[in-house]
């Protein structure tokens, strides 16, 4: 492995993570698809800043695309403070018309600059490595690396030093503005440091990966836990094995890098789609398989229990009349006499009748009166 390999698999690896912390807080408070705006709208900022400083390594890009990405959520809520049009449909309004403003400006003024859609959108982390940073003549390392460590320090320090705050606005920004301090302020700040962070990562990895890094890690993450710390640790954790998987990936197979780290990405969240613990679809499906089954044995210990001492309790308790009565399949009323016996709700007797036990009938009763 040369030392290139290594410096891609560290931006890879610090991009992600960098990218992976605020995703949590847009994945909690359902703006996912605003990640995909900002992404976007940032690059009239980078153009802008730099028409004004005809540098495109200067740090006043960031701040301007950072000032963009704000922009972005403020028309996106002004919009949709009107009410007539939802979130959703308010973001699909402001992203196109901003972004389609940076590509018009950037096809016609900066044509010749190494300042591209491709570029941006796209990325390319294996030319990452090539953009050094020199100090006194020393070099020391990709240059985006020292930008993506300072945009990861930045998220970190952010979310450790608000995150009460964060997390009460997520999840009750009404008690939140009750106790005090503005729920709106710290959510405009927040999308500023989204801003910063989408812009910081546009070089080595392009938009649509920073889009990837930001939601698919965090969404799998959400699938797997129900406490925040341990989200945002597993986001974190998912984003960082994607970059370093999706690397080698690319160089097995000779692709994209970016390409791959999504791929391992959407791999990632799709194997704990169906294999969540409690929320994986498998999960789910064997839990409602499982509730048909009990909500079909207690059904059949109330039927038994209403026609206890009548004069059709006979005809009614018997196994072969059943399908009829409870319109089962003859196939699934023996599955689930079966399942009753075994569970001590009913028992049956040689000719085929069915009696409740005592835990079956305190079970029936408990059900009718709840």
């Known amino acids: 492995m040369t030392r290139i390999d290594v410096e891609i698999q560290l931006i890879a690896l610090v991009a992600a993570v960098a990218c992976a912390l605020p995703g949590v807080y847009l994945v909690l408070r359902r703006l996912a698809l605003m990640s995909d705006a900002i992404s976007h709208t940032v690059l009239l900022g980078i153009v802008l800043a730099f028409f004004v400083t005809g540098d495109i390594s200067s740090p006043l890009l960031i701040v301007a695309a950072a000032a963009t990405g704000i922009l972005t959520v403020a028309l996106v809520e002004s919009v949709h403070g009107t009410r007539l049009v939802k979130q959703d449909a308010a973001i699909g309004l402001v992203f196109p018309a901003l972004f389609s403003i940076a ?6 003024y900066a044509g010749a600059v190494h300042l591209d859609t491709d570029a941006v959108l796209l990325g390319e982390l294996a030319f990452a490595p090539f953009t050094r940073l020199e100090i006194a003549g020393r070099d020391m390392g990709p240059r985006t690396l020292y930008v993506m460590g300072s945009v990861l320090l930045l998220n970190v320090a952010f979310i450790v030093t608000f995150y009460k705050e964060l997390k009460l606005s997520t999840f009750d920004a009404a008690l939140a503005a009750s106790l005090g301090f503005s729920p709106v302020l ?7 440091l989204v801003s ?3 812009v910081g990562a546009f ?7 920073v889009v990837a890094l ?3 890690p965090p969404a799998g993450a959400y699938l797997l836990t129900d406490r925040l710390r341990w989200m945002i640790a597993l986001s974190a954790l998912l984003g960082a094995t994607a970059a370093i998987a999706g690397y080698w990936m690319a160089w097995l197979a000779d692709a994209s890098i970016a390409g791959s780290i999504a791929a391992i ?3 990632q969240f799709l194997l704990i789609f169906l294999l969540a613990p409690k929320r994986g679809v498998i999960a789910q499906t064997l839990r409602r398989a499982r509730q048909r089954v009990e909500f079909a044995q207690l059904m059949l210990a109330i039927h038994l229990l209403n026609h206890e001492g009548t004069p059709e309790a006979e005809r009614e308790s018997r196994e072969s009349e059943l399908h ?3 319109r089962w399949s003859p196939e699934f009323v023996q599955r689930i006499v079966r399942l009753a016996e075994r569970g001590g709700i009913i028992t049956r007797d040689g000719s085929g009748r069915l009696f409740l036990t005592p835990a079956g009938r305190a079970a029936a009763r408990g059900a009718i009166s709840a």
Do not use: E, K, P, W
């Open 103 to 108: 590509v018009i400006l950037i096809s016609r």
């Open 186 to 192: 710290l959510h405009y700040v927040f999308m500023g």
């Open 196 to 198: 910063v962070t989408a």
């Open 203 to 209: 070089d080595a990895v392009g938009s649509i990966l």
């Open 214 to 216: 930001m939601i698919v």
């Open 265 to 267: 990405a959407g791999a």
């Open 324 to 326: 009829d009565h409870l």
